[in-house]
């Protein structure tokens, strides 16, 4: 076969993508679920430093316990049915994005994380990522954080800026770039 090049992401998404309370993960069903509130926001920026407008953040965690909402964790049958694990935020003008979730617990093996997926048109491929929480003792031995060169794991660990609040920047690009993960 010929390999042809590959096509960008798609569809362009329209300003009105993302349904309204799809970045508070706090609430499923009406229910409320258990664990501290948290909120997490950042910026999205291009290698110049421009901002992103419209860009797709999506987010999915483990509950306060640790258990994913998902067969592939072997405890998925225990996990907070309160609680449904993901959520989507798209950028505003100055590519700010923000979410209400709830603090997750430690997954077996790992450290306390937020996965994330940006998606943006014109991007070649969806770019995935993992926001850590500072001061976590189990980072020093988390496996995908433990996977990323030392003198960039920094970025991949969120800021708190005041308690219960986080700041997670995202650099598509050059300096200081935001580590991505392959498939």
């Known amino acids: ?14 300003p009105r993508y993302v349904d309204a309370g799809a970045n508070d993960l706090t609430r499923f069903e009406d229910r409320e679920a258990q664990g501290e509130v948290i909120e997490i926001a950042g910026v999205v920026r291009q290698e110049d430093g421009a901002v992103l407008e419209n860009l797709l953040v999506e987010i999915w965690q483990p509950d306060a316990n640790g258990i994913f909402r998902h067969p592939a964790d072997p405890r998925h049958r225990e996990a907070d049915p309160r609680f449904f694990g993901w959520g989507r935020a798209a950028t505003d003008r100055e590519g700010r994005y923000a979410f209400r979730s709830i603090r997750p617990g430690a997954p077996q093996g ?13 991007l070649m491929r969806i770019l995935k990522t993992t926001m850590f929480f500072p001061g976590e003792k189990a980072n020093e031995s988390d496996p995908v954080l433990a996977a990323v060169p030392a003198a960039r794991r920094a970025l991949l660990v969120a800021r708190q800026e005041t308690p219960g609040k986080y700041r997670f920047d995202l650099k598509l690009r050059g300096d200081k770039e935001t580590p991505f993960f392959d498939d």
Request: aromatic share 12%; no cysteine.
């Open 110 to 122: 790992r450290a306390r994380h937020i996965n994330v997926m940006v998606m943006f048109s014109g």
């Open 1 to 14: 076969m010929i390999p042809t090049g590959e096509a960008t992401i798609g569809p362009f998404f329209p």
